[in-house]
């Protein structure tokens, strides 16, 4: 029988486990504002982002969690960047750039069926590259609906496990840990854990200019 103190501690550990936690249903509820202010339907944004009406849907309602390229897709058809979208401030742009610490363990989770992406120097808005340290739970090509595509330029650096990078061009790259790759993420790409446990990866993905929100938010 667990003790009152030991009891407390674990309700504490739970506490900051969901508060480490982005809400899929507040993001969904940002996307659907956003898109409501510009005057658009869901037919619209279908159209102007290339996301099909359900799956912004189910988005919006917070009933599904969306891969990065659906994100950028999304982003750039609001004119959002991902501050916004997390609920973060914009910094103002004549402000510098504070160096941002993310402890160990410490960084917000988003969380999908293939990837857990684990957004660092969340508090750092106006961000010109999207850093996360994610955990790749796919394991076969068939566990995503198309390859992942979204503008700009991708780093992928391996620290733990086995990572299997397959292009829809043909080409496949096999990394171990220490390995990296440079990538054009416009390319269809998907991320495939091939050892015994999750890949865990550093990435880093960059917006291209031409692609960037020219008054985001």
């Known amino acids: 029988m667990a003790t009152r103190s030991t009891a407390r501690k674990t309700t504490e550990a739970e506490a900051a ?15 659907r504002d956003a898109r409501k202010a510009r005057g658009l339907t869901l037919m619209q944004l279908s159209e102007q982002s290339g996301i099909a009406v ?14 990065y390229d659906k994100f950028a897709a999304l982003a750039h058809a609001l004119q959002l960047d991902f501050d916004a979208i997390f609920g973060r401030a914009k910094r103002a742009a004549a402000s510098p750039i504070e160096p941002t610490f993310t402890a160990s363990g410490q960084q917000m989770i988003y969380d999908t069926p293939n990837y857990e992406y684990g957004m ?12 996360m340290r994610a955990h790749v739970r796919a394991r076969k090509l ?10 700009g330029e991708e780093f992928v650096f391996l620290l733990d496990g086995a990572l299997e990078l397959r292009f829809e061009t043909g080409a496949v ?7 990296s790759l440079y990538f054009d ?7 495939l854990s091939t050892g015994k446990k999750p ?6 993905c960059v ?4 692609h960037r929100p020219a008054d985001a938010i």
């Open 173 to 179: 790259f096999h990394l171990k840990p220490g390995d």
């Open 185 to 191: 993420s416009a390319v269809g790409h998907v991320y």
């Open 207 to 210: 917006d291209t200019d031409a």
């Open 142 to 151: 068939t566990d995503f609906p198309d390859y992942i595509r979204h503008s």
């Open 199 to 204: 890949a865990e990866v550093l990435v880093c």
């Open 120 to 131: 660092l120097a969340n508090d750092l808005t106006g961000k010109r590259m999207v850093p």
């Open 17 to 31: 486990d969901a508060s480490s936690q982005i809400d899929h249903k507040a993001v969904g509820a940002r996307l």
């Open 54 to 67: 359900s799956t912004i849907s189910k988005a919006e309602r917070g009933d599904i969690a969306l891969t």
